[in-house]
């Protein structure tokens, strides 16, 4: 099963949507072996961390999510912002 298709997707995405990232963070970080294989969620997560200014995390899940899907536009899109935000512009 997805992500997008699993009992947590629209859970995540009220949560997202409410700002509850700490909330969304919890229930991810419970259920990512579940998702290992799957871009969305670790697009998801990395989005996430980000919000809660946890960058390391948040560029390690982007990275992950691309080398599932390199072609996915909105974690190279969230990597790309996120570099920019940190002024990192050397990076990927």
Request: aromatic share 20%; proline share 0%.
């Amino acid at each position: 099963m997805t992500f997008e298709k699993s009992i947590y997707y629209q859970e995540i995405i009220n949560l997202i949507n409410l700002s509850e990232f700490k909330k969304a963070k919890i229930i991810l970080e419970d259920n990512k072996n579940q998702f290992a294989d799957d871009y969305l969620f670790f697009t998801t997560l990395g989005y996430i961390h980000d919000h809660l200014h946890e960058y390391q995390d948040s560029e390690l899940n982007y990275i992950k999510a691309l080398n599932l899907n390199n072609h996915f536009y909105d974690a190279k899109f969230n990597l790309a912002v996120l570099y920019y935000k940190l002024k990192n512009y050397l990076r990927w």
